[in-house]
């Protein structure tokens, strides 16, 4: 029998860029349409500065 004792760590770190139609921007959240689904981001997640007042 194999020994089952070690475990195996897969750490995977990586970016992909996915293209899509910015549907509404409601408060904080980004809706992104991509291919039929129409997907809600949070607005931290972009690198975008915040207007201020």
Same mark, same amino acid.
């Given at each position: 029998m194999a020994n089952q004792s070690e475990?195996?760590?897969i750490? !995977?770190?990586?970016?992909i860029s996915l293209k899509g +139609?910015?549907?509404a921007i409601?408060?904080?959240t980004v809706h !992104?349409?991509?291919g039929g689904?129409?997907?809600? +981001?949070?607005?931290?997640?972009f690198m975008m500065?915040?207007?201020t007042k």
């Open positions: 475990s195996k760590n750490s !995977v770190n990586s970016t +139609i910015v549907k409601f408060n904080d !992104v349409q991509i689904k129409i997907i809600p +981001i949070p607005a931290s997640d500065e915040k207007p």
